[in-house]
């Protein structure tokens, strides 16, 4: 039998209050990430978890390490991977999002943060990021799955809209429909093959400047 999967993102991060394109960036959570990440981990105690992965950037482990704390869960196994990390932005990173998109245009900006395959200078694209993303989750996560085991997945707005496309099979075409909400925890049950049969999203409020 299948375990289940669930999928989070990282909650506010100094940059994210600032409303500063974060990206590669490595930023820590504000005093409200850490208390709503504490809060994301209490609203699903009631699911074992057996394993957990996150990226390799701060506010993500800062991130599962609450929810762990929020559930009081101990002594699990837990792998970081770069290939979880959010997408780069490249020059963008640092600059302010609002103020951006009156630069470049609404139209530009929305492709920019939504769109499949919109080129930031010397930064990633959501093709890029799915390109690493989907093969590290079929690589080391689900065969955990299929050993029945329930993973976490603690990781970023763009890496978790790739994982998100691939197990709810989404067309690229539809890619800017494809949100991750902060203080949002998708519950997943997959097939063999890591697609969705069943969904359930638990979110904690949150306001977040991003």
């Known amino acids: 039998m299948m375990g289940t999967l669930l999928i989070a993102r990282h909650h506010e991060s100094e940059w994210n209050k600032e409303g500063l394109w974060t990206g590669a960036h490595d930023s820590h959570l504000t005093p409200y990430g850490f208390q709503k990440s504490l809060e994301m981990g209490a609203l699903v105690k009631d699911i074992r978890i ?6 390799m950037q701060v506010r993500s ?8 704390e929020g559930r009081d869960t101990k002594h699990i196994p837990v792998e970081h991977s770069a290939a979880l ?3 780069d932005y490249g020059d963008y990173t640092g600059k ?11 139209q530009q900006f929305e492709c920019v943060r ?5 080129p930031v200078p010397g930064g990633e ?5 799915y390109e690493r993303a989907v093969p590290y989750f079929e690589q080391h996560v689900l065969p955990l799955l299929r050993e029945g085991k329930n ?3 603690v990781s970023h707005g763009n890496a978790l809209r790739a994982l998100e496309m691939f197990i709810e099979q989404i067309p690229h075409e539809d890619a800017s429909k494809v949100q991750m ?3 949002g925890i998708i519950i997943y049950t997959l097939d063999d093959a890591g697609h969705s049969l069943a969904k359930e999203v638990r979110q904690v409020p949150s306001s977040v400047n991003a």
Do not use: H, P, Y
């Open 151 to 153: 993973v976490l997945i």
């Open 114 to 118: 939504r769109d499949w395959d919109c």
């Open 85 to 87: 990390n959010e997408r």
């Open 96 to 106: 302010n999002k609002w103020e951006m998109e009156k630069l470049i245009g609404e």
């Open 181 to 183: 909400l902060f203080g």
């Open 125 to 129: 694209t959501l093709k890029m990021v």
């Open 61 to 68: 482990i800062e991130t599962l390490s609450c929810m762990l």
């Open 50 to 55: 057996d394993c957990a992965f996150a990226s």
